[in-house]
Every structure is written in C-alpha cells, then in structure tokens.
C-alpha cells in the first residue's frame, strides 16, 4: 500500500513563527503536492513537486515555500505564520502519469490541522 | 463557470438507502476521473477510478462517467453508517498526475 506520512497530525503556533510541515512518501513517486483545505473552498493547491529540488507554483503559493532534498520527503515552510493561514494541509504523491489501467492517481497523506493564534 | 461543480450539501440518508453523488464539468478534455472518500479528520483515500466513459463497480460503489453531458456520478448501494464521509470528485484532461481538478465535495451522513 502506498503511505503518505505528515509529521505531525495538530499544530499550534503563534502568528510570525517560522513552520515546518514535513511530508513522507513511501512508493519513490516522483511527484509531491501540499494542498489545503478550508470549508468552502475545498482543496487548493500550493505548490508541487515534480522532481528532486524542482518546484512548481500551485493556485495559491503565497505565503509559503517549499523544499524537496530527497525524493521521498516535501516539505512545506509558512516563512511568517499569520492566523489566515490556519487550515488543515494535505500533502500528497503520484507517479509522474495516469494510467487508463490502474489507480495510479494521486495518494493523500492524514493531514496536518494547523492553527494559527 | 468553474471547471468543476460539486454540490455540497450536505445530504442525509436512512441506512440501506441508495445513494447518487455528482459532479458537472465544463472541460470536455477530462479523460481521468476519480472519487476519493475522505473521514473526518483524515486525507482523502481513493475510492473509484475510471478512465473515459462508462460505468466501473466495486462492491457497493458504481462509478458512471456521461461526457456527453459533462457530468459524472457515484452510486452507493445499500449504504451504511460507516459511509458518512465527504466525497470529492477529481478528474484530469492529460496522463500527468500534476493535473487534477478536485469538486469541493459533498458531505454525506447515513443514520442507522
């Protein structure tokens, strides 16, 4: 089974801190996404990753950056936290294609809910 | 018009009933289309997964795609308490897994 690991499940942290959301991948996926998700708005992407030390900008990359090292870990900086960044973040992986034939899509991890005070 | 529209709801259901779930879409290039199953407090997990049109089962999950009508659906047979979750649709128009567009969701509560 693939697995998605986020480093932690509940953060707390006070407005102008520095945050880290570390992310896992098991299956040697070449892609990694950070998304978050706020009632209403569903789930909006942040930025991805399409190979080791590539970025690509998502919907709403403001605010954040990232860092990919390995292939395995993406992770996610909120430079200066501000509460309008309180979310639940999901990251997520796939290989590089879909498939007409498998399930080879995208794999969530268990989110991180972050707030923001 | 956005790409993808789910509705919300939320939609209850007395145990054993038959669910239906949709989403329209205004890009006629989606070929992928999924449905991911998400807990509360939990990521999305992949439920169904088809490619272009036509009707794939599981068990007491039948994912149906119309492009035609731009309009996708999942059923739920038999639906049990264990399947109150917010189901979001996602699809893509090109092989690269970069591309997916996700509905908002729709909550579903089933009482026992």
């Known amino acids: 089974d693939v697995k998605v690991t986020q480093s932690s499940r509940y953060l707390v942290k006070r407005t102008g801190e520095k945050v880290f959301l570390e992310c896992v991948q098991d299956?040697?996926?070449?892609?990694m996404f950070w998304y978050r998700q706020d009632p209403g708005l569903g789930l909006r992407l942040i930025y991805f990753s399409y190979d080791v030390k590539m970025k690509e900008k998502g919907d709403i990359p403001e605010g954040y950056s990232v860092s990919r090292e390995k292939k395995e870990r993406f992770s996610l900086i909120l430079e200066s936290a501000s509460t309008n960044q309180t979310s639940m973040y999901l990251c997520a992986s796939s290989s590089p294609f879909l498939a007409v034939s498998s399930t080879d899509t995208q794999y969530f991890g268990p989110g991180t809910r972050l707030t923001v005070l | 018009q956005k790409e993808v529209e789910q509705d919300p709801g939320p939609l209850s259901v007395p145990e054993g009933a038959i669910v239906s779930l949709n989403c329209t879409y205004s890009?006629?290039?989606?070929?992928?289309f999924m449905w991911y199953r998400q807990y509360s407090r939990k990521g999305p997990e992949l439920l169904m997964y088809t490619y272009s049109s036509g009707n794939k089962e599981d068990g007491r999950f039948t994912a149906q795609v119309d492009k035609s009508s731009k309009y996708i659906s999942l059923f739920i047979r038999d639906s049990q308490p264990s399947d109150s979750a917010t189901y979001l649709c996602?699809?893509?128009?090109?092989?690269?897994?970069?591309?997916?567009?996700f509905g908002k969701g729709t909550t579903l509560s089933v009482s026992s």
């Open positions: 299956m040697d996926h070449e892609n």
């Open positions: 890009n006629s290039a989606f070929q992928y």
């Open positions: 996602a699809m893509s128009a090109i092989q690269a897994g970069t591309a997916l567009i």
